[in-house]
């Protein structure tokens, strides 16, 4: 496990998510003593580039409905 003053960490923020993407954990220092760690979530796991996100200029690209509105309103008319 990487261990780093946060002085330095502040500055290499990039370079630390990279080394964690990876699979390592890091540990942050104050005056030698650990403070906080870092730690991955998407491990063995693809980072979608800014081209495969879908795009919020229409919310078509991101909201969909069913062909038939009306569809599933029977399960909830006792709440209407």
Known sequence: MQQ???AEAS????ELVETVIKGEEILILI???AVAKITGLLIDTEIPTINE?????NPRNIFTTSDDFNHGL???QDYM
Do not use: C, G, V, Y
């Open 31 to 33: 005056e030698n003593r």
């Open 74 to 76: 029977e399960d909830i």
């Open 4 to 6: 780093i003053p946060l």
């Open 11 to 14: 500055k290499s923020l990039p």
């Open 53 to 57: 996100m879908p795009s919020l200029e």
